[in-house]
């Protein structure tokens, strides 16, 4: 099943479903309509024993991301997109199998890597305490697309357009974390 983001094309070969979440057309079934108040991931595969919550993110200034307010600001966008989609899905009763968070970043291999451990720190993985049933996230993984294309070659992605400068159709400020059209990113 191909679907295309923000400039790229996946393409989830064994995919029960999939679709954007972040869906910005109010008539679509996906429309998640919260987007006032909570943050959405991407896009969300349906796989036969699984959910993958996907986010894409392409920078203009990708070596800005070494600076350590514009890094912390992405943690924390990548942190809320996923907390806010595990909420709203369980709303829905659709968290009924293990989800894994994937995000794609077109980052260099070590601003990856760092932000991989970052995520892992802030979305706890598995069963993170003797208390809980259940997993708020089976695992999470940060890539660029060199290495999703190594990592998961069942679910082969390409750019399809050249996104740089544009997000979703917004320029991203870095200083703020504010859209052009003043809402967060």
């Known amino acids: 099943m191909k679907i295309e983001v923000d400039g790229f094309e996946f393409d989830f070969q064994n995919a029960v479903d999939a679709f954007v979440f972040d869906e910005k057309e109010r008539s679509s079934p996906t429309y998640h309509g919260l987007s006032h108040a909570m943050k959405a991931v991407d896009l969300i595969v349906e ?61 260099d291999n070590a601003l990856v890597s760092r932000m991989n451990k970052e995520i892992r720190l802030h979305i706890p993985t598995g069963i993170a305490i003797e208390r809980w049933q259940r997993a708020i996230v089976k695992n999470s993984a940060v890539l660029n697309e060199e290495r999703w294309n190594r990592n998961f070659p069942r679910w082969p992605v390409r750019r399809v357009a050249d996104t740089k400068f544009q997000h979703s159709g917004w320029k991203e400020n870095l200083d703020s974390g504010r859209r052009e059209d003043g809402t967060g990113i």
């Open 47 to 107: 796989l036969e024993n699984d959910y993958l919550f996907v986010e894409v993110k392409d920078f203009h200034a990708p070596d800005e991301y070494q600076d350590g307010n514009c890094f912390n600001h992405l943690r924390e966008v990548l942190k809320q997109k996923y907390r806010d989609s595990f909420l709203y899905r369980w709303a829905e009763k659709k968290t009924d199998k293990p989800i894994r968070y994937l995000c794609l970043l077109t980052l």
